[in-house]
């Protein structure tokens, strides 16, 4: 892999992996909403517990894979079958949540969730899948 590659390569994934902490930040402001909702009708209902459990995964998950991009930046770029899957697995995973967010979520803005957050999270969502995408093909091809 020629220097100028590598950096490109290593700026990428950088970008990619801050990425997920604005993403974390969106998501919680876009769900915020949610929690004054819950708050103001007093009733637990199972669905409601799912949807934290779920969401609070969510979160945890994204923050561990942005550490682990962060933190393994050099690994990542030296290639091999790992990191072409890692890479792989990211860009499906954030491609989904871009699919979510711009096609089922947006019933939420009418609910009061933040259109902002809304609008960060597609934006996030999208440059991480497209940029894993991109550092996949580019490991394969080296």
Do not use: D
């Amino acid at each position: 892999m020629t220097p100028s590659l590598s950096l490109g390569l290593k700026i990428f994934l950088l970008i990619s992996g801050v990425f997920h902490f604005i993403q974390v930040i969106a998501m919680v402001g876009f769900s915020g909403f949610l929690k004054q909702r819950s708050m103001s009708s007093c009733e637990w209902t199972p669905e409601s517990e799912l949807g934290k459990a779920i969401r609070r995964g969510l979160i945890l998950f994204v923050v561990g894979s942005g550490i682990l991009v962060l933190l393994n930046l050099s690994e990542i770029l030296r290639g091999g079958g790992l990191a072409i899957s890692l890479c792989v697995l990211l860009s499906c995973i954030f491609g989904y949540r871009w699919f979510l967010q711009l096609f089922c979520f947006s019933k939420f803005l009418k609910l009061g969730a933040s259109r902002y957050a809304h609008w960060c999270l597609i934006l996030g969502s999208g440059i991480a899948s497209i940029t894993y995408a991109i550092c996949a093909v580019i490991l394969v091809m080296v």
